[in-house]
């Protein structure tokens, strides 16, 4: 079945250095989108892309969707403490309403 | 505007026993999902409800079951509880018409069920 990987599993960073997490899907997907999940929070929805090659950037936040709409990513610019949380990629495929989640990629910033 | 709302926050069952779970929608959304996010995993999909009827199931057993409202609102039940049923039971809804292209998911706080 299809499967949606993230790397890496956990990160922890300096505050105001950057982090990337990386999302690969086994299907090519008809979009994803990226959720962030704070420690015993629900998620929370931050993005969609849809389109392939297609990127997005929130304030210091930078999404991609792969060429092959496949793999995607999330890089943030200079984290800070409020970055801390599991960032989640979640894909579907055309003809599907089921999103899959990925892994998570577990940040942790240090001040 | 309230968002989604979850109820109960906590549950405690015992193996065997059975459960129903509610989640009432963000105003304006007529699609309700139901996902089970095991500690330390992503959230997994159970399945999706709308206009009352399950639109898509994932690869849940038939112990898994749900319900879809007039007024939106969703229940979900689980049937002879296993302690594996042990998770954070998340509920998102969506409307694909409201909000033009995107099927933006908003997810309640969860229902934190235990089996012991």
């Known amino acids: 079945g299809q499967q949606v990987m993230q790397i890496p599993q956990y990160q922890h960073v300096q505050e105001g250095e950057d982090f990337t997490t990386y999302c690969n899907s086994s299907t090519t997907l008809s979009n994803i989108q990226w959720y962030k999940q704070r420690p015993g929070g629900h998620p929370v929805f931050l993005i969609q892309l849809v389109k392939s090659g297609e990127v997005k950037k929130q304030k210091r936040l930078t999404f991609q969707f792969g060429e092959a709409k496949k793999n995607s990513s999330l890089h943030i610019t200079a984290t800070q403490t409020t970055d801390v949380g599991t960032y989640f990629c979640a894909g579907t495929t055309s003809g599907t309403y089921k999103y899959i989640f990925g892994t998570g990629t577990r940040l942790k910033v240090l001040a | 505007d309230a968002g989604v709302t979850q109820s109960p926050t906590h549950l405690i069952k015992t193996r065997g026993q059975q459960v129903t779970l509610r989640c009432s929608p963000k105003s304006g959304h007529d699609t309700v999902s139901w996902y089970q996010q095991a500690l330390g995993q992503g959230p997994q999909f159970i399945f999706q409800y709308y206009e009352e009827e399950e639109r898509q199931r994932g690869n849940f057993p038939d112990r898994f079951s749900g319900h879809q409202f007039p007024n939106y609102s969703s229940e979900l039940n689980v049937n002879a509880l296993l302690l594996g049923d042990s998770a954070l039971y998340l509920c998102?809804?969506?409307?694909?018409?409201?909000?033009?292209?995107?099927?933006?998911?908003?997810f309640g706080p969860g229902t934190r069920l235990t089996v012991l």
């Open positions: 998102a809804s969506s409307a694909l018409w409201w909000e033009r292209s995107t099927d933006t998911q908003y």
